[in-house]
């Protein structure tokens, strides 16, 4: 009410005005509502907020930088794919550009992926761009702030296995929960080889804590569908398929032999390339392992 009034007496309030002049943009109307406070020119107020407003962008802007550095550092992505992005997949194929859209779509599309809990699968021979694409995928999502984790089934379940051990300071739980709280867990080479049976119900445990919490998991594999299944077992297999997880077969030659991947290589070699890809290029990581 108070301040209402006050409004409305400001409002009633009778201006000065005079000719004020501005050493760099001439004459200009100058107001006055209180006692000896002169509007300054505006083009230089207009000036300043602009001035004030792209350092609050840039400022922004670092930020979100480094926040995408820290998020792709703890992501574990292997330096070489960190400059993989889906914009440097070649799709010179329909197959490949079948690949390419969907991966596209399940990064673009990551708030219904959340939803539902939505797993993938991309199965295929080796040097085809499977990883590449999985790093795209993750590349896009923390570019957008979500968090990613990839791993290689085996270093998974090393991870787990050496916190059996009385000397481990992490608890099994503790392991588990690396794997199964990044929005996005990509899981590498799985198929690969495996050891004890323990060390499956590992993998078991990681799955089905991200399935109840539908969680999305993205796996890579050499193997076949049916090895996929018999490498992971039926019930983990099963949960997969749930809410229309999806199969990307990459089924063409090996990019390591191709001469017009060797060249889309090079390009995105961060040694040789001249375009800068994405956030994800050269990140400095050692500065904050362990964060
Ligand atoms: N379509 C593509 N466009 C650009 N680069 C590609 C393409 N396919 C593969 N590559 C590049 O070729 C190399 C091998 O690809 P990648 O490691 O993704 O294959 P992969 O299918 O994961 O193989 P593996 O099964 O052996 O792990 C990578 O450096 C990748 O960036
Ligand atoms: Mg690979
Ligand atoms: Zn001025």
Redesign the pocket.
Same mark, same amino acid.
């Given at each position: 009410m108070t301040n209402g009034n006050n409004q409305e007496i400001f409002r009633n309030m009778e201006f000065k005005t005079k000719v004020a002049y501005c050493e760099i943009h001439g004459e200009y109307d100058s107001r006055c509502r209180l006692i000896n406070y002169w509007t300054p020119c505006p083009q230089c107020q207009a000036v300043a907020t602009e001035k004030r407003n792209e350092e609050q962008r840039i400022s922004d802007e670092r930020q979100k930088q480094e926040r995408v550095r820290k998020l792709i550092c703890n992501s574990e992505l292997p330096t %070489?794919f960190t400059d %993989?992005t889906l914009d440097?997949?070649?799709?010179d194929t329909p197959q !490949?550009k079948r690949a390419l859209s969907l991966a596209s779509e399940y990064a673009e599309q990551f708030d219904d992926v959340l939803q539902t809990g939505r797993c993938a699968l991309f199965i295929? %021979?080796?040097?085809?761009? !499977?990883?590449?694409l999985a790093a795209g995928i993750g590349l896009h999502l923390m570019n957008n702030g979500y968090s990613v984790r990839y791993t290689t089934v085996n270093r998974l379940i090393r991870r787990i296995r050496s916190t059996w051990s009385r000397a481990s300071e992490e608890t099994e739980q503790q392991a588990i929960a690396a794997f199964s709280r990044p929005a996005l867990l990509i899981l590498d080479e799985v198929g690969v080889q495996y050891g004890s049976e323990a060390e499956k119900i590992s993998l078991f445990d990681v799955i089905n804590e991200r399935y109840e919490n539908r969680m999305p998991t993205l796996l890579?594999s050499?193997l076949d569908r049916n090895g996929v299944a018999e490498a992971l077992g039926e019930r983990v297999f099963d949960r997969l398929r749930e809410d229309a997880g999806r199969v990307v077969a990459?089924d063409w030659e090996s #990019? %390591?032999h191709t001469t017009v991947?060797k060249a #889309?290589?090079d390009e995105?070699n961060p040694k040789t390339s001249t375009t800068q890809q994405n956030a994800g290029s050269g990140v400095p990581c050692t500065a904050i392992a362990g964060d």
């Open positions: %070489r %993989r440097s997949f070649v799709a !490949k295929g %021979r080796p040097g085809t761009g !499977k990883t590449h890579i050499n990459f #990019a %390591r991947m #889309a290589l995105t």
